[in-house]
């Protein structure tokens, strides 16, 4: 007549623990990762699966962690122009952005996205791609760890170094070697630009064989730069009148 209750209690005793433990772990993996680059991350791991699976032979991961001193300043400026021009201010949500995307998709408007610098570095380095509820989730409580966690910087160097810039190209070192064949402290405001118009849908556009689109995208882009200051911007304490994102 006991048991059931005591089972109950136990099985509610141990889902709390595994959940504890699984908290303590992956804010662990955060805090180490806030000082030695990752080697990988998942949404590169999925790319390898997927050319596995899909019998892609001719497929090549290309991938070289990069640090911060060994960057031009005008590839985070761009992509923060480009991506999310409040990523210095916010707390890893642009709910503004947020709010003006649900209201462009009530009016018809095809829903676009609205997520920050910090949101897609929690979902490249620790997730996958999809649109469900559980990753989202996931995605927001990563977000939360990495915005606690790490500064601003760190965020912007991860993304830096593993957003796919091309079909299996991760990060600034692989596609400035693959794109301008420079060094990535070498690249020039109208180089990060390119590189940063990509980032909506780098497996479709070029930025070694710009499209009409990516060039103009990349001329907005420069603009953007050149409107938030330069380099300086990324350590501001003051927003700009307007900032957003196109």
Known sequence: MHLRPQLARRLL???GLLALS????????????????????????????GAWVHGEKDFELRHRWVPWSQVSPWVPLA????????????HGFDFDQIQDALDAADEGKRLRGASTISQQ???N?????GRSFVRKGLEAYFTVLLEITWP??????????????????????AASDAYFHVAPARLGPAQAARLAAVLPSPRRLHADRPSAYVMRRADWIQRQMARLGGPPYLDSDTPPANTGRR
């Open 13 to 15: 005793r141990w889902t």
């Open 152 to 173: 601003k910087r760190r965020i912007l160097e991860v993304y830096m170094n593993i957003a796919e810039l091309g079909d299996g190209i991760y990060g600034v070192g």
């Open 121 to 123: 570095t929690a979902k």
């Open 79 to 90: 992509m923060v122009a480009g991506e999310d021009q409040k990523f210095p201010f916010h």
């Open 125 to 129: 380095l620790f997730l996958w791609n």
């Open 22 to 49: 699984w908290i303590a772990l992956s804010w662990l993996f955060v805090l180490v990762l806030r000082f030695v680059p990752p080697w990988t991350s998942a949404v590169m791991m999925e790319r390898q699966l």
